[in-house]
C-alpha cells in the first residue's frame, strides 16, 4: 500500500509537520484537524507544512494526498508534439489516482470489517438477553407452579 497520508497529534506548540508522499502539485495536498479540512497552513518547503497557529493538544492532524481527477495533467492535440514530459505527467497522476483509490476501499473494507464485529456483537448480546428473558419467565412460571402445588 502506497503511503498518501501522514498523521500526527497536535502537542499546541509545533507548527510544522513534514510529510513524506510524492505530489504532483501543492494543490494536491490537504490537511484536516480532527477530521475537519483546514487551509490555516503554507508551505515551509516541499515536504514541511506549517500551519498558521499550532494545532491544539490532542488534536489528530492528518496530511493526505487527493489528487484531481477531473482531468489529465496534459492534453493531447493532433498533429501536436508529444513531450514525455506530458505522459509522465500523465501517468504518475493516474498511479497516484489508483494509489489514493486503493488505501479509501483499504479503510473501507477495515470500517465494514469493524462494522461487521460489532454488529455480531450486538447480535450475540441480543440473544443473550432473549434467552436471560426467557429463562427468567420460564423461573418466574415455575415458582407460581411451586406455589400453586403447595
Do not use: W
Not at 484537524?33 to 492528518?62: E, H
Not at 506530458?86 to 489508483?98: E, H, K, R, T
Not at 465494514?112 to 441480543?126: I, K, R, V
Amino acid at each position: 500500500m502506497a503511503t498518501t497520508e501522514n498523521l500526527f497529534t497536535g502537542d499546541g506548540s509545533t507548527v510544522l509537520f513534514n510529510f513524506t508522499f510524492p505530489y504532483i502539485d501543492e494543490t494536491d495536498v490537504y490537511v484536516s484537524l480532527d477530521g475537519t479540512v483546514t487551509t490555516a497552513y503554507s508551505y515551509a518547503n516541499a515536504t514541511t507544512l506549517q500551519f498558521t497557529t499550532a494545532p491544539t493538544s490532542g488534536v489528530a492532524i492528518r496530511i493526505f494526498r487527493s489528487t484531481s481527477s477531473a482531468d489529465t495533467k496534459a492534453a493531447f492535440f493532433a498533429g501536436s508534439a508529444i513531450r514525455s514530459k506530458d505522459l509522465n505527467d500523465n501517468f504518475v497522476q493516474s498511479l497516484y489516482i489508483a494509489q489514493e483509490s486503493e488505501n479509501l476501499a483499504d479503510a473501507a473494507k477495515a470500517q465494514a470489517a469493524t462494522a461487521e464485529a460489532s454488529a455480531a456483537t450486538a447480535n450475540t448480546n441480543a440473544t443473550a438477553a432473549k434467552e436471560m428473558g426467557i429463562m427468567k419467565t420460564r423461573i418466574h412460571v415455575n415458582q407460581h407452579n411451586i406455589r400453586a402445588n403447595a
